[in-house]
Structures are given as structure tokens and as C-alpha cells.
């Protein structure tokens, strides 16, 4: 039975882990209306509740769960949850997502947000049974790898299909790339920010979930008929062709098409990668091709080594873990299946951990770092074992050098210095994702503009790729836009469009692949924009147009811009690394030699505040701005402390 | 089996959309012996009309650069690379079309 007519439960559940408060309140229409759910309301909650005082590992912090507001109504791949928080590593907004079925769970036990605060005094995990809801004692849990937390948990409580989230010895340890775990080591990660870093320091090893009620949709027939045209869409677009076929691994193709691999930390862009192929790891390795609920797309793929030194591990491989592998010189797919494992078992994110590690090893190539340093390992590029060890490390705190690499690249350069400042590759503090940047400066300035430090999921950076010449003048107001390259003027437009327009799929909590990426711009703009509306508005109740919904995103988006601002970052923080601006891409291909224009990225970044309504020269927020999206009262806040920016021009 | 005297045939896997513009996701081509991918192309545009066109090229005449080929699933031809199109292909070559595009 539903506990409401839509898509709400209706609820916030709160835990203070401190007193062991345990207590629920209204999600009312207060944060629904302009927020409508997942990301939205989560990063809403954190400019109200943590504010920059509140250092990430204070008790005080805020741990954020929100699954999207689809989750668990059917919707296709509605299956992502955020998670939110004070990131450690930027010491700004952080957040993850995750495509698994706890955050539906959540839903189903009564509870649209679950709000962590405190410190318990002893390991314990959360105990959610619909109404039943318990902290219970875990010391027995901690130090257990993620798959091992998940199996004893669905032992202790008994119920062999509990869902679970929970960290492994990496967040146990704080590491500031920890992750949380769903549902164990390979079924999704909500990865980014060191979440899993401020779940350990919070003592809390886990939350098993149960719910059994239904998620309400008002209107099931205007779901079906989103649902045929959602269906009539993929059956033409042949994005998720590759996807289906390959999984996450198929962007490999596009990594070779531009020649942007990012090897050995950023800087070879063509790469041998023919051992890494597709292809190889489809038909030698995979053991599993799988769906997130409900998605039609089934793009997930767990793999198998069946010989060699690694014979029998297995680990879900997602393309980032391909693409770090090759941050790190690795070019055998054994190598990257058995790091994927330790990742994923030990609870580390990938990509800060890949783009740390690799930061290691250009230390230990150039000499700054010696075997001396290292506890006798030999951390050059390509060598797997050292890779492999290396990361271990850093999720169980072994040595010094592990101690400094786990708290992140940013702070690792700082305490090693040498010079290495140069080469440590992140935006605020948040290690590289995706691909390189040299050459496609709109895809530059998309990863300095990301509110959680850099990112490809924050926006659509490669929204250029699909746009014809008359698609970005109409939209942009510039033929220029659609050219990759040369192209300048509505390059920030087209960004800004992009940031707004995948924030609808976190609110929502739509899979970016499944809806947010396409082959051609009207596509992605009917599945991303005019079906997740309807989708929306048959689930809810509600009667939101498109520009609505597109302005919900905008304004969640403008909220963590403020909570960065209240935490300090000016202008100066969306910038990438000298390294792309200074360095050419090496390795030959279509963009080797390649620098990222600094001119091309500041005019974009101008025309791009300008758009946003922020201040070009701080970087900051406006009131007119903000009140425009009903943000008054952040305004406000921004102005007490200073924070507030009167211009919207550039001078 | 035909004779191959002066030409040759190459079977064509056609991934989504291409495969809903022929109407089937493989066949098999009567090429020119020496024809090349560009030859191909303008075999199945003749062959499947219009809108086989669409998928492949763009308003101002140009092949879409996200797709690649396979040949005997041998390592992609990318149609951003000038020579792309002029890979010569063989009797009895396998043929994938498949879209490079970003993502993740
Ligand atoms: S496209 Fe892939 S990642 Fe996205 S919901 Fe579907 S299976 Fe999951």
C-alpha cells in the first residue's frame, strides 16, 4: 500500500548520532515546490544546516540522503540517489550519486531524506525497518571490507534481500576519496567528495534498510504514454547503443576519436589502449551485463579473470575505472579489474584514488618521491603491482606516504612540495575526472565551473559534440557554439544550459547516461527536459512546464554556488590546472600539442558568469540573480557576511 | 555463392539507428572489388534511401563524426581522421557501424 497519493513519502527522517535522537518531520511544500526532491532539496538542507564554521569531520556536519524524486516509481532508470555533505576534500558542497535500489528502499520505508548529524561514541549502523528505526551497536562490523559488511548485515537482521549502504576500512580511516557502498563492493557507489571519509568519522559503519510500501503515482496513464515516447527515443538514438552493447566501457571509442586519454596523469592524450579494448573486455572478461531499476538500457557489467595472477577476482568496471587505470599507465584489463576490486571492496572512489596514485608516480618519476618515501615501492608508471599496493595503502592508512596521498592530491602536493603543486591534478580540490580537456575549451571550462570540484556529471560537456551549426544559433545564439574547437561566442550559454539541464536528472534522480546524454540535441532535450517533466508531473501531481523544471535546476545549482561562495571560493576557484593551460597534450592523435586557450577559457567563463548572473569579476553570486530564482533568503545571507556581489555586468 | 569476379561482398552489421532506416540489423553488400568505406556508405544511402542519409550525414553534407567502423572487429575507423573513409575493403569483410560518442 502507498503511504501518500504520488511520488513523497512525505517525510524527513533524522538520526543525531550523538544523543540517539531519533525523529521524523513533514517534507512539506516548502522544500518540494522549488526543490522538488533528490539533489535539490539535499543541497538546500546543507546551506541551511552546515553552515562554514562547520568543518567536514565536526559532528555538526550533515550527512544527506535523498533519493531522487522518481526514484522507485517505475519510471525508467529513475534510480539515482544523492548523498550530501561537507566535502573534506574541497571543504565546499559535496555530494555523490548512486544508481541502486536502496535509495527506492528508503522511499518505501516512509522516508523522502534522511538526515545524519552527530557522532556516536562507538561503531554503529542504522537499522531502518518502515517505522522501526534503531541505531544499533557494529563493533564487530568494523574494519569488514563493503562486500563483507553487506553479507553480514542481511545475516544479522535476517532478511536476505535488506538493502544496505556502508563504508569499508577506507572510510573507517577517513581517507578523503572514501566512498559509500550499496548494497556491497560492485552494485553503486555514491563516490565523489570523501562521503564515505565523513560517514567514518561520524562512527557510523552502515544503514540497513527495509520498506515495504509502494511509491504513489498519481496519473499511471500519462506515465505509460512518457514512458512509449521514452521508449520510441532510445529505440532511434543510437547513444545508448554502445552502452547496451559494451557498457560504460564503450567510451573508450570516444577517448580514441579525440585522442584525450589523460595517461599518466594528464599528460599523454593518444595512449596504447588496444588491451583495453571494448571489445576485449566484452568478450574475454565479462561475466554479468545488468540494469539499474527499471532502465531498459542495461549498461552495468561485472568481470572475471579466469587466468594469470589475478585469476578469479572479479569486480563491477565502469569506464572511469578504465580510464584512471590509464592515469596510472596501466594498460592490461587484469590490472584494472583487480583495482577495481580493491576499490570497490576496501571503499574507495576510483577517480580520486586513480588520479592520486598517478600523481604519486609522477613524483616518483621526476624524483621527488624515492623508495625511501615510498616503503620500497617502485612507483613508476605502468607497474601494477605498485599500483595495485599503493591503493591498498591508502585505504588502510599503511605507511606515511599513504597518509598523506589519502588525504587527497591537493593536500599530498602541499605537504610534499618540491614543485609537485604543478602536476596535481584537481579543481578545488576535487581530483580530474572524464577525459582531457586541451583542445575543447567549453569542456575545460565545464569542469572549473562544477559546484563539488571537478566533474563530467555535473554538466553535459560535450553537448557541442551533438549540436548543429543552426541548433546552437537557435539555442545560443551563435553558430560558433557547435564548433568544438574554435568555436567562443554562446559557448557559455550553452554550458550554463547543460549545468541547469542534468541537475534535473539529480533532482529527479535519472540516470545521466539513460537520459541526459544523446546523440543529437533534440533528442536529449525531449528525454531530459520535456519527458522528465511529464514523467514528474504524472508521479506527482503536479503541473510543471519545462522551463519550470529547468529553472528548479537552476536554482539548486545557484544554491551550492552560494554555499561555496559562504565557504570562501571566488572566481579564482573555477580554473582547471596549469598543466592543460601550459603543457601541449603529448602522444600525437587529433589533439596532441593541443593547449587549453587561457584567453578562449577566461571569455568563455565571462560570458558564462554573465548568463548566470554571478559577478565576472569574483565570481560570485548577485542578489538580482538569486532573488530571481526565489533565493531571497540566501541573498540575505551572503550579504551579512560579505559575500554578496551587486554586479551582473562586466565592467 | 556467386562467382566473385568483379566484385565482392561484405556483410554489414548496422546498429541502431541505421538498422531501423534498412530495416534489418545485417546484410550483406554487393560491393566493387578495392571499394572502400566511403564506397560502402554511398552503396547503403542508394540502397535505403533518405533516411539513411539522415543518420549518417549531417545538414551540410557531412558524415557524422561520432560514427566509427569496424572492420573484422578489428580496432575502429574513426570518421574524424581524413583517411577514414578511403580504407579499402575485401571480399567477405565484416562491417560494424557503431556511434563514438561521450558519455561518461
Ligand atoms: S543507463 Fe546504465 S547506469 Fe544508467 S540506469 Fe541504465 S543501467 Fe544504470
Known sequence: ????????????????????????????????????????????????????EVAPFDPENRLIFAPGALHGTGVPAAS??????????????????????????????????????????????????????????????WGMLTSQTHAALRDRCGIPDLHTVCIGPAGENRVFMAAIFHNGADKGTSARCGLGAVMGAKNLKAIATRGTHDVGVVDIEAL?????????????????????????????????????????????????????DPEVFRSDYQIKAAACVACPIRCRRDYRVVSGPFAGTTAKVEWETIARSMTCGIQ????????????????????????TVAFAMECFEKGILTPNDTDGLVLKFGNVAAFLELTRRIAVGQGHLAQTLARGTQRAAAQIGQGSERFAMHVKGGEMTAGDPRGMPVRAVSYATSTRGSDHLRSNPYIEEIMKPDEALTWWGSEEAADIANGLKGKGRMLKFSEDLVTIGDILGLCKFAFYRSATFPWLYQKGVALATRFYNACSGRNLSEAEML????RVWNIEKAYNTRCGATRADDSIPERFFQEPLKGGGPSGGTVVDRDKFEAILDEYYKDRKFDPQTGRPTREGLERLGLQEIADDLQARGK???????P | MREMTD????????????????????????????????????QLVARFGPQMRRYLFDDKDRIIPGWCVFVNQQPPVYFNRPEALSTILADGDEVSFLLALAGG
Open chain 1, 1 to 52: 500500500m502507498a503511504l501518500s497519493k504520488n511520488c513523497y513519502a512525505g517525510r524527513i527522517l533524522r538520526v543525531d548520532l550523538t544523543s540517539g535522537s531519533i525523529t521524523t518531520e513533514e517534507l512539506g511544500p516548502g522544500l518540494i515546490d522549488p526543490l522538488i526532491g533528490g539533489r535539490g532539496v539535499a543541497s538546500k538542507m546543507l546551506y541551511d544546516e552546515v553552515p562554514p
Open chain 1, 80 to 141: 539515482r540517489t544523492t548523498v550530501t555533505c561537507r566535502s573534506p576534500l574541497t571543504e565546499m558542497h559535496g555530494d555523490g550519486h548512486s544508481g541502486a535500489q536502496w535509495g527506492g528502499e528508503l522511499k518505501r520505508a516512509g522516508y523522502d531524506v534522511l538526515v545524519i548529524r552527530g557522532r556516536a561514541n562507538r561503531p554503529v549502523f542504522l537499522s531502518i525497518d518502515n517505522d522501526r528505526v534503531e541505531l544499533v551497536e557494529a563493533g564487530n562490523l
Open chain 1, 224 to 276: 505509460k504514454a512518457a514512458y512509449q515516447e521514452y521508449v520510441a527515443i532510445i529505440n532511434v538514438d543510437p547513444h545508448p547503443v554502445g552502452g547496451t552493447r559494451y557498457g560504460t566501457c564503450r567510451f573508450m571509442y570516444h577517448r580514441i576519436k579525440f585522442g584525450i586519454h589523460g595517461a599518466e596523469n594528464w599528460n599523454y592524450g593518444e595512449y596504447p589502449w588496444e588491451k583495453l
Open chain 1, 332 to 355: 592490461e584489463p587484469e590490472a584494472v579489474i583487480a583495482w577495481s576490486n580493491i576499490c570497490n571492496h576496501y571503499g574507495l572512489d576510483i577517480e580520486g584514488t586513480g588520479d
Open chain 1, 551 to 554: 529553472t528548479a535546476g537552476e
Open chain 1, 644 to 650: 554578496l556581489s551587486r554586479v551582473t555586468e562586466s
Open chain 2, 7 to 42: 566484385g565482392m561482398q561484405v556483410c554489414v552489421h548496422l546498429y541502431p539507428p541505421l538498422n531501423t532506416a534498412a530495416g534489418q540489423s545485417l546484410i550483406v553488400m554487393d560491393l566493387e572489388k578495392e571499394n572502400t568505406i566511403q564506397g560502402l556508405i554511398d
